[in-house]
């Protein structure tokens, strides 16, 4: 093909066949070309002119390597606007294709793309190229480029904390760090979400709802690029607290006290406070301490008092606390009473009530005052301290003399400790029955007319010395025989031979170490009439008479009406004397007579003491084996002396009878020991005390039964089931079984504090040695035993009744040293699948596997009582296990054995002689 060049004339001066790609140009020519065939001969055969341009020599386009960049430099952020440029330095006219494996490309007029908000899939590698012409000419691909986009995680804070009382403000604070031009949204618990401009939120006068978890995240670009979420924060709202605040004393605060106010806060999980100090609205001060202490308070610290409490390392802060008001007194006066009054007898109850008027906290302590009648000196003797509170109650239930004296009281309280003065006194006035001291009155009788004359003396009838008469008047004591010269004495005796209103008061006996016995009131009264009434207490069932006495004994009308607690008790038709005949409680009280022209008398208390009650107890037990030591000690509860005591058995017959076992002298106690007991001495006990001359007796004591078990061979208790405890509605068979064919041996039980033969319509039946109980009760529970016609008692056994469902099989009779002991432990219905039980000694446990417990060689230190324990079933009741020796028996057994041998063998008492006498013979030889 040859280029025939038509319009340039460069073309003409190429020598036909020139290679026009040989052809250096050095401008750009064109021009029209025909082409022919048929070699060189142009024009033979030509086809339409072409327009031919042919440029200088140029560098190829696949030589081309164009330079991509990028900025900004990554990497960069989610948001951020990444522009990648791709340049050709050698020509233009170029378009550019941005690629990014796999498959995505960017056709770019110009040499720069620009990613806009620039998101995590626009991560990667990217090349570009450049084109131009028609057909396309492509460059080489550029250097790749790798743009890595990071996403962004914002840091959420809470302010001022994330725990806040309700009515807080809180703050939100989301904060991206890396980049600007975000936009800020917060998530809520209620699962929503609000956008701010600001990375700021804040949520006020937050609520309880308000509570749970927070988070937020941020976005910029459009289309939004959005950051991960933050790290959720938990805001925890609580109702703020109140504090409790509290001051002791809780109430009235005397000068000199020491005042301890405490501000407590609980709630709100705030673990340190700090506390603020508020008198009278003004803050006083501030600390870490819960206590704020005032000491020695005076008037000037009354006034209303708060506190309050800010978080030590927080903002929070609590409400301010209830408001307490200190009001300061003048120090304290306390107030001694006594109930039901001052005048007692021995064995009565008497309350001293010590009070501090209109406030608490106190400890009281009560005194008696020692040597009143120095006037230089009282002492205090410290006799009881009662609990806290407003008023201190100490309480004698059973008062005996030693009691009568003159009491006083104090309060306390606080650290450290305030008192109180000491209060008014009280005069206890004790009187009781003393065989030994008598005080003796003449005229015998509590009223007495002015000008009169009186005499009291201390008779001893154990003939001792240094009794003497006082007397506590106008508020004094004094020793009778005063310096008055109206008064004379003796060491046991005080006149006074013209008696005035000021010798009215409180005389009695005292001794030289300063024991007071027979307190009786004397009153001296300037009138016309009085009443003649007894000095001493009057005991329950003694005879009461009562007189009307005019200081004018002419007087012809000698009729008077009585009266009790203001009541008339008997008018004027019966004279001037009353007589009650048998005197009980309820005739305590205050009496006077009354004169339908002469007057009324003052009035007396007439004082009834009970009879003295005695109590009877066992030790170291009631059951007892044959050889055991008993003591029965009989107490009369007044704790009066000089009582003389008698003890009883109660004979079981249809009638009550007591037979006197034993007395003992005087005391406040009688004790009566059996050292050695056998089985005769099983039975009911009693006793009973007496004193004074004519004889004065207490009723009878409360009873105790001992039960004595022994080996008899004669006749045996047969018990079947032969076990102590039966389940209720069982039957029951107990029979005496007389070896020696002798008769007349009945059971007898004692139940109910009754003792029945068993025949009676509480029990089954009964023939002469057995009784039968065909359905078992509960108050069958009780001691049985075997009598004989004679009153001979032998085996008694212990037999009680349960409406339970498990109950212990343990042996009736006592256990001989050396003997096994078996126990189970039985159910009142079938067995259950699990016989595991545990068994208990005194409350201890001694064995945990099986229904079963043997102990193969009993010893004393095995008795006590057993019970058996079931998971399920519950416990069984107790019962006691009685354990006897066993040499006694041998020894009586070895005993018999020898006179046996020696009834048989005379000739063995003399061999037992001559081995003594050699013994003897040897001994002296050896020394």
Request: with cysteine; hydrophobic share 30%.
């Amino acid at each position: 093909m040859n280029f025939i060049p038509l319009a340039v004339t460069a073309l003409q001066q190429l020598p036909p066949g020139t290679k026009l790609d040989r052809v250096r140009l050095k401008y750009r020519v064109c021009g029209l070309v025909e082409c022919r065939n048929g070699g060189t001969n142009v024009g033979l055969h030509h086809y339409s002119p072409w327009l031919v341009c042919i440029s200088p020599q140029r560098k190829k386009s696949s030589d081309i390597k164009p330079t991509l960049t990028v900025q900004p430099w990554t990497p960069v952020f989610i948001g951020d606007t990444v522009t990648l440029t791709c340049e050709v330095h050698q020509s233009t006219g170029w378009g550019f294709i941005f690629t990014k494996p796999p498959d995505t490309e960017y056709y770019e007029t110009t040499g720069t793309k620009t990613i806009r908000s620039v998101q995590i899939f626009d991560e990667g590698e990217y090349k570009c190229k450049a084109s131009r012409g028609n057909p396309r000419v492509y460059t080489q691909d550029s250097e790749p480029i790798t743009v890595t986009v990071q996403n962004v995680t914002p840091t959420l804070t809470v302010q001022p904390q994330t725990s806040v009382f309700i009515g807080d403000t809180v703050t939100l604070i989301c904060e991206v760090h890396q980049s600007t031009g975000w936009k800020f949204f917060f998530g809520y618990p209620s699962n929503t979400e609000s956008d701010e401009t600001t990375g700021t939120k804040t949520i006020r006068s937050v609520q309880v709802s308000d509570e749970g978890k927070y988070w937020c995240r941020a976005g910029r670009g459009n289309p939004l690029a959005s950051t991960k979420y933050s790290k959720p924060k938990t805001v925890t709202v609580k109702e703020r607290p109140t504090p409790l605040l509290s001051v002791d004393p809780a109430d009235l605060v005397f000068r000199g006290e020491t005042v301890n106010l405490k501000c407590v806060i609980n709630g709100g999980g705030v673990s340190s406070w700090q506390y603020s100090w508020y008198k009278n609205d003004s803050i006083i001060q501030q600390n870490k301490l819960q206590y704020y202490t005032i000491r020695s308070v005076t008037e000037s610290d009354a006034g209303k008092y708060t506190c309050k409490g800010t978080e030590t390392r927080g903002s929070r802060y609590s409400h301010i606390s209830n408001a307490v008001s200190l009001t300061v007194l003048d120090k304290p006066q306390t107030v001694l009473s006594v109930s039901p009054q001052q005048w007692l007898t021995e064995g009565d109850s008497v309350t001293l009530m010590c009070e501090v008027s209109s406030s608490t906290g106190w400890t009281f302590s009560w005194f008696t005052v020692q040597s009143l009648y120095s006037e230089n000196k009282v002492d205090y003797e410290l006799v009881s301290v009662s609990s806290r509170g407003s008023k201190g109650i100490y309480t004698v239930s059973s008062v005996t003399v030693k009691h009568t004296g003159v009491y006083m009281c104090r309060a306390e309280r606080g650290d450290p400790v305030y008192h109180t003065e000491y209060s008014n006194t009280q005069t206890l006035w004790i009187t009781g029955v003393s065989p030994s001291v008598s005080l003796i009155i003449r005229p015998n009788r509590s009223q007495h007319f002015s000008s009169e004359s009186l005499s009291l003396s201390c008779e001893d009838h154990n003939n001792s010395t240094g009794w003497t008469v006082r007397r506590y008047t106008e508020d004094k004591l004094k020793p009778c025989p005063s310096s008055d010269w109206r008064s004379t004495g003796t060491t046991s005796t005080c006149t006074i031979r013209s008696l005035n209103i000021s010798d009215t008061g409180v005389y009695w006996c005292q001794s030289e170490s300063g024991e007071k016995l027979h307190p009786v009131n004397i009153a001296v009264h300037n009138v016309d009439v009085i009443l003649d009434s007894p000095v001493h207490p009057v005991t329950e069932g003694d005879n009461l008479t009562l007189r009307c006495l005019y200081r004018d004994k002419n007087y012809s009308n000698l009729t008077a009406e009585f009266y009790k607690d203001g009541s008339v008790v008997q008018n004027q038709t019966t004279g001037d004397m009353m007589i009650i005949p048998t005197v009980s409680k309820s005739h305590e009280g205050f009496y006077y007579c009354k004169h339908p022209e002469r007057g009324e008398s003052p009035k007396s208390w007439i004082s009834v003491r009970d009879k003295p009650q005695t109590v009877l107890s066992v030790s170291p037990q009631q059951w007892l084996t044959e050889g055991d030591s008993v003591t029965l000690m009989c107490e009369v509860r007044s704790s009066s002396t000089g009582w003389t005591f008698s003890w009883f058995t109660v004979q079981m017959n249809t009638d009550v009878n007591y037979e006197v076992v034993s007395k003992s002298s005087g005391g406040s106690k009688g004790i009566y020991t059996v050292s050695s007991v056998t089985v005769k001495h099983t039975g009911v006990y009693m006793c009973r005390a007496e004193r004074g001359d004519p004889v004065y007796h207490t009723e009878y004591s409360n009873t105790q039964t001992l039960w004595i078990t022994g080996v008899s061979p004669s006749v045996s208790l047969i018990i079947r089931p032969n076990r102590s405890q039966h389940f209720s509605s069982e039957s029951l068979s107990l029979s005496c079984e007389d070896h020696s064919n002798s008769t007349g041996w009945t059971v007898r039980p004692y139940t109910e504090d009754k003792v029945n033969p068993c025949s009676s319509p509480t029990y089954g039946s009964e023939t002469t040695s057995t009784c039968t109980i065909s359905s078992l009760i509960t108050s069958d529970t009780g001691v049985y035993w075997c009598q004989s016609e004679y009153g001979e008692k032998l085996h008694p056994v212990n037999i009680s009744v349960h409406y339970a469902d498990v109950i212990l099989d343990s042996p009736v009779h006592s256990v001989t040293e050396g003997d096994n002991l078996t126990l189970h432990c039985l159910y009142r219905d079938k067995n259950p699948s699990n016989l595991t039980a545990e068994f208990y000694k005194d409350g201890s446990l001694v064995q945990t596997t099986g229904d079963m417990m043997i102990i193969p060689t009993v010893s004393k230190s095995h008795e006590g009582f057993y019970y058996c324990k079931h998971p399920e079933r519950g416990e069984s009741p107790k019962s006691w296990i009685s354990v006897r020796g066993e040499s006694v028996y041998q020894e009586m057994f070895d005993l018999k054995i020898f006179l046996f041998l020696l009834a048989v063998s005379p000739y063995l008492l003399a061999t037992v002689v001559l081995v003594v006498k050699c013994y003897r013979l040897r001994s002296k030889t050896s020394v």
